[in-house]
């Protein structure tokens, strides 16, 4: 194994936790001083060449939302040198949703509740923040403990955008991931804070059978499939068990027409996550 690397700001990195889609690589890290443990996202400015931008941006979202919910990785601490830029966050040692999905084949449909509405109330207090992440998925829902219950987080910030009061709906890009992504994205009819709540269907739709909906041979049948909103409850034997309120949430989340997909305020409310919410446990 090589050496440890010491970087400067007092911290030392060790093994990876994860390799980025860009120009970067996560790295557990700890403090020299204090014996902290941090994960710190490395990225190599060469290969970053031309999009500072976005690791700009990614730092501008991430101190304005790191320290107002608890279920978002937070930023600790950044710092550069000549060849690289350094995140430093909390470090999740439970490791991505998506190797738990994995690992577990599927889980039961509380669990999925309780996890698809921690997902929500944290995306909810970012659009309240005027944020749209726009990369939800399992990869960047980290759990802060290996801890059976262990709180999860959103994290990966990367595509993130702070929304202008006066631009809802104008972004225009292409980013994400194809089958978490939602249809006015690839219509490129201008996109918002509602591409996040047809990811949260996409998501809760994976943790109650183990597959996503959309998935195809190809990332073109893919991208139609999703236009179209080509979806279904099957194979049954995943879905027998499946509850018609949770079924009925999924189609919340997953309409087409993102004027009439509903907020994440509404769908913090819906029946299905009102079960398993906090505050509005269901009496009965
Ligand atoms: P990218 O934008 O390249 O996807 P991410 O921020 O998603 O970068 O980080 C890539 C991967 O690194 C994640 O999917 C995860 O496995 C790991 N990772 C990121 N942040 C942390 C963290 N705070 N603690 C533990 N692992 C992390
Ligand atoms: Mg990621």
């Known amino acids: 194994m090589p050496a440890p690397v010491t970087v400067p700001c007092q911290y030392k990195t060790g093994r990876t936790l994860g ?29 970053m060449a031309g999009r500072e931008h976005m690791v700009r941006n ?7 939302v790191s320290a107002g919910h608890p279920n978002i990785c937070r930023l600790v601490d950044h710092f550069e040198t000549a060849h690289n830029l350094y995140l430093v966050f909390d470090l999740c040692t439970g490791g991505e949703l998506f190797d738990r ?41 980290l759990f802060r403990s290996k801890a059976d219950d262990a709180e999860l987080c959103v994290a990966d910030f990367g595509l993130s955008r702070i929304m202008d009061d006066n631009k809802f709906n104008v972004l225009t890009t292409t980013c994400g ?36 909906p959309f998935d195809r041979e190809t990332q073109y049948e893919e991208m139609q499939a999703i236009i179209r909103g080509d979806y279904r409850f099957e194979p049954s034997e995943y ?19 993102p004027t009439n997909r509903p907020t994440s305020a509404e769908i913090l409310a819906d029946d299905w996550l009102r079960v398993v919410g906090g505050d509005n446990k269901d009496p009965g």
């Open 19 to 47: 390799s980025s889609s860009f120009s970067a690589v996560v790295k557990e890290a700890v403090h020299i001083t204090t014996g902290e443990y941090f994960a710190c996202k490395v990225i190599n400015k060469k290969l």
């Open 58 to 64: 990614e730092i501008a979202v991430l101190k304005r």
């Open 101 to 141: 999905i994995c690992s577990k084949g599927n889980y039961y449909e509380r669990d999925a509740a309780e996890i698809v509405r921690t997902i929500t109330s944290a995306v909810k207090y970012l659009h309240d923040e005027g944020i749209v992440h726009r990369d939800l998925k399992p990869e960047n829902l």
């Open 177 to 212: 991931t194809p089958g978490y992504m939602a249809p006015e994205i690839f219509r490129k009819s201008g996109h918002g804070f509602k591409v996040d709540v047809w990811a949260i269907g996409v998501i809760a739709y994976f943790l109650l059978c183990g597959y996503t």
């Open 239 to 257: 879905w027998e068990g499946v509850s018609a309120q949770a079924k009925a949430f999924v189609k919340r989340c997953l309409t087409v027409d």
